[in-house]
């Protein structure tokens, strides 16, 4: 079994920056592919970025791209997310979620484990 939990989130000025830690545990030794997606009220789940542990690869959607930078510490079995020139519109609750190999890097579908999740909220 994986355990995946979030760390880092809060309240910021637009224009600001926080740092998202994933901290997994278990058989983190298949976890290949592990991503972090957001949902913001009313809205679907979607993914921000994603990172193939092994290689290093990653992926960004075009809303973040630029902005965040999605990192990890495979001796750690961390996955961070680096958020900087946050806008109002990526207040949401931030989920960390993982899989020992996805076909599509955004889809929830795909993954497996996740995380509680963690809320980030951005002001004016």
Known sequence: QVNLVESGGGSVQAGGSLRLSCAASGLTHSLNYMAWFRQAPEKKREGVATIVT??????????????????????????????????????????CAADAYVTRAFNPSDFSYWGQGIQVTVSS
Do not use: C
């Open 54 to 95: 092994g290689a290093g690869y990653t992926y960004y959607a075009d809303s973040v791209k630029g902005r965040f930078t999605i990192s990890r510490d495979n001796a750690e079995n961390t996955v961070y997310l680096q958020m900087n020139s946050l806008k109002p519109g990526d207040t949401a609750m931030y989920y």
